[in-house]
């Protein structure tokens, strides 16, 4: 037996499969690194990042600091000014939480070498979207969030040596806000402090 598909379901059987291959083509996930701290968001997902990378010092190792004079010996491969806050930082926790006096000179009794691996934001998109940068009149990058997680995270990584003993993991803190998108609106699902 030889079923034969009429003429007038054929177009609607190719616009079906049409708009199945874009589904499955625009469902993806792409990550941008933001290379700069243009925006309060990206500021404040740093600086709580780098402040939760400072209380996860551990307690081990520097206890003995107490009353010791520390000078902080950091390297980056970023921006200096984010390093310099982040020095800082390290030196309230010292000083606060260990009582150490942190210095800046060589009359340093012991030396914390910090070797940053990240300071900075990222974003991360996953989900189906619908482009719309072929419509005529339309901006290239237009497109309709059918169903996306959209993530913007402010990451702060380190490891460091305190005078010829290193750490043998990375300490790392990651701040989040993350929101869904839907074709209409877009629903935070994590908020900052």
Do not use: K, W
């Not at 740093?46 to 402040?51: E, F, L, N, T």
């Not at 970023?78 to 606060?96: F, H, K, Q, S």
Request: some cysteine; proline content about 4%; charged content about 25%.
């Amino acid at each position: 037996m030889v079923t034969v598909f009429s003429e007038s379901r054929a177009p609607f059987r190719h616009a079906i499969a049409s708009l199945l291959m874009l589904t499955l083509l625009t469902a993806c996930g792409s990550r941008q690194v933001q290379d700069s701290l243009a925006g309060s968001t990206a500021q404040r997902l740093v600086s709580y990042a780098i402040d939760e990378l400072a209380q996860a010092l551990p307690e081990e190792g520097f206890a003995d600091l107490a009353g010791q004079r520390v000078r902080i010996d950091s390297h980056f491969v970023g921006d200096e000014a984010l390093r310099n806050y982040a020095d800082e930082r390290l030196a309230m926790e010292l000083a606060t939480r260990f009582d150490a006096r942190v210095v800046g000179d060589a009359s340093a009794e012991r030396v914390l070498t910090v070797f940053y691996t990240s300071l900075g934001t990222d974003r991360d998109r996953r989900g189906f979207y619908l482009p719309l940068g072929f419509v005529p009149g339309v901006d290239e990058s237009a497109e309709i969030d059918l169903l996306t997680l959209e993530q913007f995270h402010g990451i702060a990584e380190l490891y460091y040596y305190l005078g010829e003993e290193r750490l043998e993991e990375p300490l790392q803190a990651r701040i989040r806000t993350d929101s869904l998108g839907l074709p209409i609106i877009t629903i935070p699902l994590t908020t900052l402090p």
